[in-house]
């Protein structure tokens, strides 16, 4: 489930034109952010969606940041962004990336998570 409505993306990006592909794009950039918040901690309802509207409102911001990002790029399947391939002669270098990496993630959404709180640094134990 996305964390935003094919009407906030249209809202979003306005004015430039929504995809067709709008619930795609959003159920994609929906998946990056949920990688960037392994281990984050916040109540859910029964569907998993967050129940604190400051939390609603982060996942939603970065989810729109991310789609706008994945429509500009127009690399939905992330094949453009996993690491770069160069041959010079009979040397050969291939360099992968993390989901944090530069190219990988929107900044903006890096961002709104960020200045959230929802994407922190901290490791908790107990």
């Known amino acids: ?49 967050p129940t604190d509207p400051k ?3 982060a996942l939603r911001m970065a989810t729109l940041a991310q789609a706008e990002y994945l429509v500009a790029t127009g ?9 770069g391939r160069v041959q010079v002669g009979g040397v050969e270098y291939t360099r992968g990336t993390s989901g944090t990496e530069p190219g990988r993630i929107a900044p903006a959404a890096l961002q709104a998570l ?3 709180g929802a994407l922190n640094r901290w490791v908790v134990t107990w």
Do not use: H
């Open 1 to 49: 489930m996305a964390y935003a409505t094919e009407q906030q993306l249209i809202d979003y990006l306005a004015p430039d034109p929504t995809p067709a592909n709008a619930a795609k794009v959003l159920d994609r950039a929906s998946d990056d952010i949920d990688g960037l918040l392994i281990g984050a901690v916040y109540n859910t309802d029964v569907n998993g969606m």
């Open 114 to 116: 960020r200045v959230s």
């Open 55 to 57: 939390v609603q409102t």
């Open 75 to 83: 690399d939905l399947t992330c094949a453009q962004r996993q690491g």
